[in-house]
């Protein structure tokens, strides 16, 4: 399965953790929705849609949160039948982003816990200073980016 990415810094933490993980899975997102990276989707509009669920579901969970503790929730985690899912938020100097992943039988909970941790790490250390960062898509131009990072993932760009 493929890694592709919008940014070159975020590679090598994604791939370490891919392969450490054992993940079927996984995206990284801006909170807006706007891909950054992928690993193992075939298809654009199931990155579509799972970024925009994911970003939902983190907007959310931050929300209930704040609500029930004062503070928001992190570490989100769903076992179904036959995979799990894991959404957390990454930092790095660039700001926060979304991290889903997707994994089944062959990695657990612990494994993909203790390597997003490692992820978070090594992306906070390989993100570029915060000057470099891109401006978040505004609404008049987030179909345009998305669509952008999209063919840049599926090598339409």
């Known amino acids: 399965m493929m890694t592709m990415v919008v940014e070159s810094w975020i590679e090598e933490p994604l ?14 997102l801006h909170p807006n929705g706007q891909v950054l990276a992928q690993h193992g989707f075939t ?19 931050n929300e209930l949160g704040r609500l029930v ?21 990454a ?9 889903l ?16 941790n490692e992820l978070a790490a090594g992306l906070a250390a390989a993100a570029p200073p915060e000057g470099a960062a891109p401006a978040p898509a505004l609404a008049e131009q987030f179909e345009q980016e998305l669509n952008r990072n999209l063919a840049v993932l599926f090598g339409r760009a």
């Open 15 to 28: 791939r370490r953790f891919v392969d450490d993980a054992q993940v079927e899975l996984a995206l990284l």
């Open 43 to 61: 298809r654009a509009v199931d990155v579509m849609t799972a970024c925009a669920l994911a970003a939902g579901i983190h907007a959310t969970s």
């Open 69 to 89: 503790e004062d503070k928001p929730f992190r570490g989100l985690h769903h076992a179904g039948v036959a995979r799990q899912i894991f959404i957390s938020e």
């Open 91 to 99: 930092r790095s100097q660039r700001g926060a982003y979304i991290f």
């Open 101 to 116: 992943t997707v994994f089944g039988s062959e990695s657990s909970l612990g494994l993909v816990r203790l390597y997003f």
